[in-house]
């Protein structure tokens, strides 16, 4: 229960983002003719934010291809392969839970994982698969009050999604503070900015992904002796 009240603890932050995200998503499926089993059911088994959103429109465009929702699905959520990466070992670590863990690994999850410290005396893992436990039911729970509120309350949610924008910003500055080495957060804040200029807010993402991960393995030498510093007891 310590590692549970804990985990709680962490994942305020995002209760209160993807109440008001899945809000939004539960609004648009309803709008668009599927009621609250559906969303129920797409955020359990899909789970993939953003992605979530772009299927409303498929559902009610009607679908090309498989193939082209499967291209749709990997564009957007590319980013998730550098995601997991950060992760190999530890998730490997985690036995049975592992699966879930690869699954649940959505970029709110991801930040609070990362700068995650549990005191001594808690369960490391158990704290991870209770953030990922948690914030599962947190967006299960908003998309499936948007589409019951949605089916009898007019809704503006206009802005809403700001609050995960809010949480990022807490996240970074945190990690800012307690990092030995700025350069990965300069790595990724330089090509993320270049990128944007150059392919706009839709297409900049991967690249930027893309040259962090390159800049980050060229200065490995550089980078893991003070990872160890920070990871040594």
Same mark, same amino acid.
């Given at each position: 229960m310590r590692e549970l009240r804990y985990a709680f603890r962490q994942t305020?932050?995002? $209760?209160?983002?993807?109440?008001?995200? +899945?809000?939004?998503? +539960?609004?648009?499926?309803?709008?668009?003719?599927?009621?609250? !089993?559906?969303?129920?059911?797409?955020?359990?088994?899909?789970? =993939?934010?953003?992605?979530?959103?772009? $299927?409303? +429109?498929?559902?009610?465009?009607?679908? =090309?291809?498989?193939?082209?929702?499967?291209?749709? @699905?990997?564009?957007?959520?590319?980013?998730?392969?550098?995601?997991?990466? %950060?992760?190999l070992e530890?998730?490997?670590?985690?036995?049975? /839970?592992? !699966?879930?863990?690869?699954?649940?690994? @959505?970029?709110? @999850?991801?930040s609070l994982l990362c700068s995650l410290q549990p005191p001594k005396g808690l369960d490391a893992d158990r704290v991870r698969l209770y953030i990922a436990l948690l914030d599962h039911a947190y967006w299960v729970a908003g998309s499936a009050a948007g589409a019951i509120l949605?089916?009898?309350? !007019?809704?503006?949610?206009?802005?809403?999604?700001? /609050?995960?924008? /809010?949480?990022?910003?807490?996240?970074?500055?945190?990690?800012?503070?307690? =990092?030995? %080495?700025?350069? !990965? /957060?300069? =790595?990724?804040l330089g090509f993320g900015l270049l990128w944007l200029v150059v392919l706009g807010p839709d297409r900049f993402l991967l690249p930027a992904l893309v040259c962090t991960v390159l800049v980050l393995l060229l200065c490995r030498g550089t980078l893991q002796p003070q990872t160890e510093e920070v990871d040594a007891p």
């Open positions: 305020v932050p995002v $209760l209160c983002g993807y109440l008001f995200l +899945g809000l939004a998503f +539960g609004l648009l499926l309803q709008q668009a003719g599927y009621g609250w !089993p559906w969303a129920v059911l797409t955020s359990v088994i899909v789970y =993939a934010g953003s992605m979530q959103f772009v $299927l409303v +429109g498929l559902l009610g465009g009607g679908f =090309a291809s498989l193939l082209s929702v499967a291209l749709t @699905t990997l564009s957007v959520n590319s980013r998730h392969l550098f995601y997991g990466l %950060s992760f530890t998730f490997r670590k985690m036995g049975r /839970a592992k !699966p879930y863990m690869i699954f649940s690994l @959505t970029d709110e @999850t991801y949605g089916s009898v309350l !007019p809704f503006d949610l206009t802005g809403i999604d700001f /609050a995960m924008t /809010a949480l990022f910003v807490v996240i970074f500055v945190d990690q800012w503070r307690g =990092a030995k %080495s700025r350069l !990965p /957060a300069v =790595a990724g």
